[in-house]
């Protein structure tokens, strides 16, 4: 059976002994989903993955999203986002710098994802031969409940705006900005109003479910109020007592939890050095 081996840090572990694309049982697969929800991110180092495999491994821990940007899918396979900053014949081939703020996946979504499941394909690395482009991960569960009792007492019942043009807008490395939604896009990524702090669907755990890359605001507060509330939940959900950082490997397959989670990618590193990362997105509900 599975082998688990902690991180140190608030949230991570590794799975060993596990080749994902030979393993098929339920038993395991329970054991990982029950790792998942205990670590809140795993992953499994080595594994050589077709992109079909890597579906269906996905699909093990429920539905796919398909992501609004269609121009970020993998060619064939629509379930398959593709971060990267390979160019192509004069095009990038993926998200060029994906989640370089703190976010969770979707939540800009009347029912955010639940989870992310990402294959590391090729990974920078600088001139000393490390790698480089890691990425963080926050657990919302420990930053929640390291809050103090009264602030813990002012987030009951609070919900906050939402809006994916937000993280969409914002200006990327270079100065660059991505061109305008189309309203076709826009129909489908409408702003929307989610709890301050999330009851994890399976652990029960309470989350702090604000973030820097999506959120716009909080219901019922003036705007000061709201960037001061908002800006201290940020900062805090941050810090590095709450924080796993990932140095990646090529054939890493690492899931977490959008949930009790949030990522934010470190992008130091450029062509000629490629970073190419294949994601796929379960779906979630609509968070309480
Ligand atoms: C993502 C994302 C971070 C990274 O794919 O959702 O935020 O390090 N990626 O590429
Ligand atoms: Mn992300």
Redesign the pocket.
């Known amino acids: 059976m599975l082998s688990i081996r902690k991180s140190g840090a608030a949230l991570g572990a590794e799975i060993t002994n596990v080749d994902l694309s030979r393993e098929t049982s339920h038993e395991l697969f329970n054991a990982i989903t029950e790792a998942l929800y205990e670590h809140e991110v795993i992953f499994f180092r080595d594994q050589n993955l077709t992109p079909e495999q890597h579906i269906a491994i996905s699909r093990r821990f429920g539905e796919l999203e398909l992501h609004v940007r269609a121009d970020c899918c993998k060619p064939g396979y629509p379930e398959i986002?593709v971060?990267s900053n390979v160019v192509e014949n004069g095009k990038p081939i993926g998200a060029r710098d994906?989640?370089v703020i703190w976010h969770s996946?979707l939540s800009y979504m009347r029912e955010p994802s639940w989870g992310?499941v990402?294959y590391a394909k090729e990974v920078p690395v600088d001139s000393n031969g490390v790698a480089t482009?890691d990425?963080m991960f926050a657990s919302t569960t420990a930053a929640y409940a390291a809050l103090p009792a009264e602030t813990k007492a002012k987030l009951q019942g609070l919900k906050s705006l939402n809006s994916y043009a937000k993280g969409y807008a914002r200006v990327r490395k270079g100065g660059q900005k991505l061109p305008p939604l189309t309203e076709e896009q826009k129909s489908k990524v409408q702003d929307v109003a989610h709890p301050v702090v999330r009851t994890h669907p399976a652990t029960g755990r309470q989350c702090l479910f604000v973030n820097q890359g999506y959120t716009t605001k909080i219901i019922g507060m003036d705007e000061a109020e709201s960037d001061a509330l908002l800006g201290y939940l940020i900062a805090h959900i941050s810090d590095q007592r709450f924080v796993y950082r990932h140095s990646w490997r090529a054939g890493d397959l690492l899931i977490w939890d959008n949930c009790s989670t949030q990522?934010c990618?470190i992008n130091d590193y450029d062509l000629p050095q490629r970073r190419l990362?294949e994601?796929t997105t379960l779906r979630g509900s609509v968070p309480y």
């Open positions: 986002f971060v994906a989640g996946d992310s990402f482009g990425t990522h990618a990362m994601r």
